[in-house]
């Protein structure tokens, strides 16, 4: 049986862009055929589907223009069974990004976020706190939900994706409030484990990951009080790695609160990411609980 999941988070339309090679070669026009693509994408939407997928009850929260992209996001949110109740459609415009990738993994992204950062989420909206986790990703409106879940002890979840300070301005409330948090290793390469240290010693999280790409993801679990690694894996040839850690982090999340083991729960969880980058876009490529289960004791599906 699944949970129940607040998720605040940016949603926005996504245009994937595929190159020969970077870096790119400049020419006035180049025709491809099927090598650009436009869906819904962000954050918010990618761990809210990848969560729905796998069998949660999840509950949507963010912010949009109201233009005909988001239209485009409310039929793509009920297709996928996630509540949108929590959609306000007041921004400038719907925030958009272009992904550009190769064929070996390496993308460049453009991210366009309107003014999506100085907007705040409606005082009046009244939402339930009967929750089993609440995920709050690292966009400024996911703050104004920090009181209402510590005051409930709900468990708060976020990824800070590239994290370089542990005192990062930014960052900081997030990191003070998470009971989970994830990021990766783009802005630490080669100081990953001094820097989980220093978040353990600086701050009272209770799980912290660092995943690692390739070599697979560092975990630390405060009840413990240790360090593990877990190996990534390689399930099928990969297309486009963007969105891997949102599908870590929500596959991580949906057994973790089931009640798996920490390191039991990443390992899921270093699967289902592998296997969703073999698909192109930030919102593709998810499997569900069953499917996952099938391709950890099978190997392929």
């Known amino acids: 049986m699944g949970s129940k999941i607040f998720i605040s988070g940016l949603v926005n339309v996504e245009s994937t862009l595929r190159i020969s090679?970077?870096?790119?070669?400049?020419?006035?026009?180049?025709?491809?055929?099927?090598?650009?693509?436009?869906?819904?994408?962000?954050?918010?939407?990618?761990?809210?589907?990848?969560?729905?997928?796998?069998?949660?009850?999840?509950?949507?929260?963010s912010l949009t223009g109201d233009d005909s992209f988001?239209?485009?996001?409310?039929?793509?949110?009920?297709?996928?069974?996630?509540?949108?109740?929590g959609i306000y459609h007041f921004l400038?415009?719907?925030?958009?990004s272009i992904?550009?990738?190769?064929?070996?993994?390496?993308?460049?992204i453009y991210c366009d976020l309107k003014n999506i950062q100085e907007?705040?989420?409606?005082?009046?909206?009244?939402?339930?706190?009967?929750?089993?986790?609440?995920?709050?990703?690292?966009?400024?409106?996911?703050?104004?939900?920090?009181?209402?879940?510590?005051?409930?002890?709900?468990?708060?979840?976020?990824?800070?994706?590239?994290?370089?300070?542990?005192n990062s301005k930014y960052d900081k409330?997030?990191?003070?409030?998470?009971?989970?948090?994830?990021?990766?290793?783009?802005?630490?390469?080669?100081?990953e484990e001094s820097f989980m240290r220093?978040?353990?010693?600086?701050?009272?999280?209770?799980?912290?990951?660092?995943?690692?790409?390739?070599?697979?993801s560092m975990i630390y679990d405060r009840i413990a009080d240790e360090i593990s690694f877990v190996k990534a894996r390689t399930v099928r040839p990969i297309v486009?790695?963007?969105?891997?850690?949102?599908?870590?982090?929500?596959?991580?999340?949906?057994?973790f609160v089931q009640g798996d083991e920490p390191v039991d729960a990443l390992t899921y969880a270093t699967y289902f990411a592998s296997y969703k980058i073999g698909a192109n876009g930030g919102g593709e490529g998810f499997l569900t609980e069953d499917e996952l289960v099938y391709l950890m004791n099978n190997g392929t599906l």
């Open 21 to 61: 090679e970077f870096p790119i070669t400049y020419s006035p026009i180049e025709y491809l055929f099927d090598g650009i693509s436009s869906k819904v994408s962000g954050v918010g939407y990618n761990v809210s589907k990848a969560l729905s997928t796998l069998g949660n009850e999840v509950h949507l929260h």
């Open 92 to 96: 400038e415009g719907t925030p958009q």
């Open 119 to 166: 907007s705040s989420y409606p005082a009046s909206f009244i939402f339930d706190t009967d929750y089993d986790i609440a995920i709050l990703t690292n966009v400024n409106f996911s703050r104004e939900f920090f009181s209402t879940f510590k005051e409930k002890g709900i468990k708060i979840a976020t990824d800070c994706h590239v994290l370089k300070d542990i």
């Open 99 to 108: 992904v550009i990738y190769d064929s070996e993994g390496k993308r460049k």
């Open 70 to 85: 988001s239209k485009l996001i409310l039929q793509e949110l009920a297709k996928n069974n996630i509540g949108a109740e």
């Open 173 to 191: 409330e997030f990191l003070e409030n998470a009971d989970i948090i994830f990021m990766s290793n783009e802005g630490i390469k080669g100081n």
């Open 198 to 216: 220093s978040l353990i010693n600086t701050y009272n999280q209770e799980i912290i990951v660092i995943s690692m790409g390739a070599q697979g």
């Open 240 to 255: 486009n790695t963007v969105g891997a850690g949102d599908a870590l982090f929500s596959a991580f999340i949906h057994f």
